[in-house]
């Protein structure tokens, strides 16, 4: 059963605008989440996580339990942040990763 | 420092040939360790997992296979690979603090 789904493949956007890449989980307990990055011929890497309430590189993410959601937001999209994002929910002993959104912001 | 490594980076295989990708954790001691599978369109695929030597637990039923001989060492191997056992895997290990460091991957084409 797909516990973690990213409904964007593909999203496009202008440097300057808004940009929220959606993510929904399926667990019934108390979800640990997490965002990934990978960058171009890079290593994919830790983002951010929702128990830290952290701003990385700008990108926020909330937990919304009642809608089962930890969309990854920024204000002002920036070249550099074109990439491929993952969001991934730690259950039991193991990582479970969506199926990824790639994104790339247009100058 | 903690680190991961996996080899070989690419490799080139005929169908029905034997598969070995190995990978080694440094720095830290009785890490969670992954194997994945990363392909377009499916995202990364959980293919197995250990929380300590000698124990595997795999998620997808295939044609692989993974073993932990060591703390630190996480080995996919298959016996007999098919063309669809193509693709870019991943292992990648976690401590505590549940934060998962990749490796840098394996790219594996079986012709």
């Known amino acids: 059963a797909q516990r973690v789904t990213q409904p964007e493949k593909l999203l496009s956007v202008f440097k300057g605008a808004p940009v929220e890449l959606k993510c929904n989980y399926s667990?019934?307990?108390?979800?640990?989440l997490f965002w990934y990055v990978q960058y171009s011929r890079q290593r994919l890497q830790l983002l951010l996580r929702?128990?830290s309430r952290e701003s990385i590189k700008g990108f926020t993410a909330d937990l919304n339990k009642g809608e089962t959601s930890f969309h990854l937001k920024k204000p002002f999209a920036q070249e550099e942040d074109s990439a491929m994002y993952y969001c991934?929910?730690?259950?039991?002993?193991?990582?479970?990763f969506g199926a990824g959104t790639r994104l790339t912001v247009k100058p | 420092s903690q680190t991961i490594h996996q080899w070989p980076a690419t490799l080139v295989q005929p169908v029905g040939s034997p598969l070995s990708l190995e990978c080694t954790v440094e720095?830290?001691?009785?890490?969670?360790l992954y194997w994945y599978r990363q392909a377009a369109g499916r995202g990364l695929q959980l293919l197995f997992y250990?929380?300590?030597?000698?124990?595997i637990s795999s998620e997808v039923p295939q044609n692989l296979s993974a073993s932990r001989p060591q703390d630190r060492q996480f080995i996919l191997s298959s016996k007999k690979l098919l063309l669809s056992d193509s693709g870019f895997y991943l292992c990648?290990?976690?401590?505590?603090?549940?934060?998962?460091?990749f490796g840098e991957g394996s790219w594996l084409t079986v012709v």
């Open positions: 667990y019934s307990g108390s979800p640990e």
């Open positions: 720095g830290t001691s009785n890490p969670n």
């Open positions: 250990s929380v300590g030597i000698g124990q």
């Open positions: 929702h128990i």
């Open positions: 991934a929910l730690k259950e039991n002993n193991d990582m479970r």
């Open positions: 990648a290990y976690e401590t505590s603090g549940n934060t998962i460091y």
